[in-house]
């Protein structure tokens, strides 16, 4: 298959779950934000990595809907500044689903996910109490590609707060992949967890 993303006919729906089913496994944010009226808000995002370390640098990619209106995690971490991401292992990957539900603005996905809030240290939006590691995050920059529906908004936020269970470290302070299952996302409806961890040596030249 070719597909010419350049030309007038492209299908950027078709673009997205072709190119989903190949750039995986990817991480899943539970991004936890919070309404200048107070109100929680919940959604996964699996546009998400880490992608610099000093200062730790999160991205994030919520998408504008198909109808164009932007998602609520974008128009609060727009307004407030501040977000926090929960890592997703498999024992809360079915509330995690239950928080992409579209719930109407104002109602927030916590309780229809059955998640609790733990309050934060630096920011306002509480950290998942269910979650192993949370991230507590400032907004450094917004970038849009677009203003049509599917076109992103690319977040970058500075972590400025890690809370890990001491449950998931090994004796030098790491994360033991063994103790921590991760939850990728692949295409689809498809997701992978963390199955057989092995380790691959760079070599020294
Ligand atoms: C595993 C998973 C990953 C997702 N990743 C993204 C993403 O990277 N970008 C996006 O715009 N929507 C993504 N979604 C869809 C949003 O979670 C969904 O639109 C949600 O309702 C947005 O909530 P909000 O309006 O409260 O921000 C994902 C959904 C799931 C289940």
Redesign the pocket.
């Known amino acids: 298959m070719y597909v010419d993303v350049e030309s007038k006919d492209f299908d950027w729906i078709a673009g997205y779950k072709l190119c989903t089913g190949f750039v995986n496994p990817r991480p ?1 944010a539970l991004v936890s934000t919070i309404a200048p009226d107070g109100h929680t ?1 919940l ?6 990595n880490l992608v610099a370390a000093r200062p730790p640098v999160v991205v994030l ?3 504008l809907r198909r109808d164009g209106r932007p ?4 128009v609060n971490i727009e307004t407030t500044g501040e977000f926090v991401i929960a890592t997703v292992t498999q024992d809360i990957g079915p509330q ?2 239950r ?4 719930l109407p603005y104002g109602q927030s ?1 916590f309780d229809f996910a059955g998640l609790t809030p733990r309050e934060a240290t630096k920011v306002r939006p509480p950290l998942v109490r269910e979650a192993r590691a949370n991230l507590e995050c400032r907004l450094r920059q917004i970038i849009r590609t677009g203003d049509e529906p599917g076109c992103g908004a690319i977040v970058l936020g500075d972590v400025v707060a890690i809370h890990v269970d001491d449950a998931v470290l090994d004796e030098n302070g790491q994360v033991d992949p063994r103790k921590l299952p991760t939850l990728g ?1 692949l295409g689809g409806q498809y997701y992978c967890s963390v199955g057989e961890p092995f380790e691959m040596e760079i070599p020294k030249t």
């Open positions: 899943i808000n959604a996964p995002f699996s546009f998400y990619g919520p998408s998602k609520d995690t974008l995690m689903v928080c992409a539900a579209d996905e996302r």
